[in-house]
């Protein structure tokens, strides 16, 4: 069971969007568990024709209870709200 948990808590792939010009790749990243019951993760996107350049990363987006909770949230977010993500993301 625990080297499920860590498998599923690896960078996970969620979809490649158009954005300004270029593609991106949008992950979804897990932060270090803290003493607490909640998972907590962010996306972060990657220029696909230049995966060495810096990632833009959101803020800690998902909290919740279990990884699969996570990943159902996440993996249900549209092109479009990626792409609004990615755009306030750099934003800041």
């Given at each position: 069971?625990?080297?499920?948990?860590?498998?599923?808590?690896?960078?996970?792939?969620?979809?490649?969007?158009?954005?300004?010009?270029?593609?991106?790749?949008?992950?979804?990243?897990?932060?270090?568990?803290?003493?607490?019951?909640?998972?907590?993760?962010?996306?972060?996107?990657?220029?696909?024709?230049?995966?060495?350049?810096?990632?833009?990363?959101?803020?800690?987006?998902?909290?919740?209870?279990?990884?699969?909770?996570?990943?159902?949230?996440?993996?249900?977010?549209?092109?479009?709200?990626l792409v609004s993500l990615l755009r306030s993301a750099r934003a800041e």
């Amino acid at each position: 069971m625990e080297a499920e948990s860590a498998r599923r808590t690896e960078r996970q792939h969620l979809a490649t969007v158009s954005f300004d010009g270029r593609f991106w790749d949008a992950y979804l990243d897990f932060t270090e568990r803290p003493d607490s019951a909640a998972y907590r993760a962010f996306v972060s996107f990657s220029q696909a024709d230049a995966p060495d350049e810096d990632p833009v990363n959101t803020t800690v987006i998902f909290i919740e209870p279990s990884l699969d909770d996570i990943l159902l949230k996440a993996r249900s977010f549209s092109d479009h709200q990626l792409v609004s993500l990615l755009r306030s993301a750099r934003a800041e």
